[in-house]
């Protein structure tokens, strides 16, 4: 299997367990700015962001933490 088809396998396990259990993810890829790694005004190596990666991804992420509710039993 190709790396490329064993991280969208491993991806879609992973959301359907998420999903399964109600556990809230944000996914990165859905940043259009960062899709495929090929933007690297954004990206230091094709996976990892630089220093205007993570400003650009840290507020989005920051917003999303703040609809996450807070579990409790």
Same mark, same amino acid.
């Given at each position: 299997?190709?790396?490329?088809?064993?991280?969208?396998?491993?991806?879609?396990? %992973?959301?359907? !367990?998420?999903?399964?259990?109600?556990?809230?993810?944000?996914?990165? @890829?859905? &940043?259009?700015?960062?899709?495929?790694?090929?933007? %690297?005004?954004? !990206?230091?190596?094709?996976?990892?962001?630089?220093?205007?990666?993570? @400003?650009? &991804?840290?507020?989005?992420?920051?917003?999303?933490?703040?609809?996450?509710?807070?579990?409790?039993?």
């Amino acid at each position: 299997m190709r790396i490329k088809g064993l991280f969208k396998s491993r991806r879609r396990l %992973l959301k359907n !367990i998420l999903n399964k259990w109600k556990i809230p993810y944000f996914e990165l @890829n859905s &940043i259009s700015e960062l899709q495929n790694g090929a933007n %690297l005004t954004y !990206i230091s190596d094709t996976v990892h962001p630089n220093k205007a990666g993570y @400003n650009l &991804i840290t507020p989005k992420i920051y917003d999303w933490m703040q609809t996450i509710e807070v579990y409790s039993r």
